[in-house]
């Protein structure tokens, strides 16, 4: 059974950083290519970053260089967050990927929480 646990989300000025982890189970993790998704309130979740099982980063325009995506070799994906914005502000998902860049299993935890305030 697929287990997604996020956590590291919180409240913050623009401007500052956060870092967000998430321990992912279910599934033989170093085979499978693991990303980032968020939904704003009366949003539609939206892809954020990807990260291939040999390293390669992927993101979407809107957080190029300033959020990175890294994993470990055992479980745990994390997302640095820097130079947040008030538009960030979302519930964080993380995801196996079914598909690269950005078609995931359908399998989600309970996220994890970020507001930036102006």
């Known amino acids: 059974q697929v287990h997604l646990v996020e956590s590291g989300g919180g409240l913050v000025q623009a401007g500052g950083s956060l870092r967000l982890s998430c321990a992912a189970s279910?599934?033989?993790?170093?085979?499978?290519?693991m990303a980032w998704f968020r939904r704003a309130p009366g949003k539609e979740r939206e892809f954020v970053a990807a990260?291939?099982?040999?390293?390669?980063g992927y993101y979407v325009d809107s957080v190029q260089g300033r959020f990175t995506i890294s994993r470990d070799d055992v479980k745990m994906v994390y997302l640095q967050m820097n130079r947040l914005k008030p538009e960030d502000t979302a519930r964080y998902y993380c995801?196996?990927?079914?598909?690269?860049?950005?078609?995931?299993?359908?399998?989600w935890g309970q996220g994890t929480q970020v507001t930036v305030s102006s």
């Open positions: 279910g599934r033989t993790f170093s085979r499978f290519h």
């Open positions: 995801a196996f990927l079914r598909a690269w860049p950005q078609t995931p299993f359908d399998d």
């Open positions: 990260i291939s099982g040999g390293g390669t």
